[in-house]
């Protein structure tokens, strides 16, 4: 079973910066992808960010493009999320997920294991 832990979380003002890692445990974690998702009260969860496990190929939601970085340490079996130019609409809880799955790896549903969540918090 794969234990994946994100800390990093916190409150900043806009403009402002944060970097989140998540560490993966557990049996040998070479997954398809992982991905960084967050989700604000109300809204549904909504993708960031994604980087192959196996080549380091990204992806990133237009909404975050240009601020936000995802990179991975395979060593370390951790990724991380370098959030730039922060802005009030990016308060949410952010988590971490991994898939083995090729297909599915853009949205919430194609990810087997999940973070328990940090939360973040940009004030104006």
């Known amino acids: 079973q794969v234990q994946l832990v994100e800390s990093g979380g916190g409150l900043v003002q806009a403009g402002g910066s944060l970097r989140l890692s998540c560490a993966a445990s557990?049996?040998?974690?070479?997954?398809?992808?992982v991905g960084w998702f967050r989700q604000a009260p109300g809204k549904e969860r909504e993708i960031v960010a994604r980087?192959?496990?196996?080549?380091?190929?990204?992806y990133y939601a237009d909404y975050v493009k240009g601020r936000f970085t995802i990179s991975r340490d395979n060593g370390k079996n951790t990724v991380y999320l370098q959030m730039n130019s922060l802005k009030p609409e990016d308060t949410a809880v952010y988590y971490c997920?991994?898939?083995?799955?090729?297909?599915?790896?853009?949205?919430?549903?194609?990810?087997?294991?999940w973070g328990q969540g940090t939360q973040v918090t940009v004030s104006p």
């Open positions: 997920a991994a898939t083995n799955r090729v297909s599915g790896s853009y949205s919430s549903g194609g990810y087997d294991y």
């Open positions: 557990g049996r040998t974690f070479s997954p398809y992808a």
């Open positions: 980087i192959r496990w196996s080549g380091g190929t990204t």
